[in-house]
């Protein structure tokens, strides 16, 4: 089974970034453990801080991966184009958040993604990562 992971801008600084809400690991790590949970899975992982870059690999991997897990980070609220993108691949997107959004700031209540995505997890730290890639791998 092959799962996509893709991150937006600021998340190549996991670890690094406002650590008590983001924590203190970094996604490189991170997935080293996704990897031991999941021997089964083949992860594609990618990151970029560019919007477009991001589409262009939603649109990529979309139409061959089993299912994405996407955090795009920022561009959630801005983005309607990764909106669209999720729109147009086969792929199952699950959104993950590693902050609770709804308990932030008013902008970030907002999502093109949710409404595009087969469901969103927000809230539960890196876990949600894992919890995801779950639900893709048990998903018939
Ligand atoms: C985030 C939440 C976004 O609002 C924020 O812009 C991020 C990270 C999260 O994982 O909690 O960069 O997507």
Request: charge should be negative; proline fraction near 3%.
């Amino acid at each position: 089974m092959k799962i996509a992971i893709i991150n937006g801008p600021n998340l190549n600084l996991l670890g690094k970034r406002e650590t008590d809400i983001y924590g203190n690991m970094s996604f490189d790590k991170y997935l080293d453990v996704l990897k031991g949970i999941f021997p089964e899975v083949d992860f594609q992982y990618y990151q970029s801080n560019v919007e477009g870059e991001l589409i262009n690999e939603i649109q990529r991997v979309g139409y061959d991966v089993d299912g994405i897990v996407l955090n795009p980070a920022g561009y959630t609220h801005s983005s309607v184009a990764i909106g669209d993108a999720i729109a147009a691949i086969k792929a199952p997107v699950v959104e993950v958040h590693i902050s609770n959004v709804h308990s932030r700031e008013h902008f970030r209540h907002l999502s093109h993604v949710s409404g595009k995505s087969v469901g969103s997890i927000f809230g539960l730290g890196l876990k949600g990562y894992e919890l995801a890639i779950r639900f893709l791998t048990e998903k018939k």
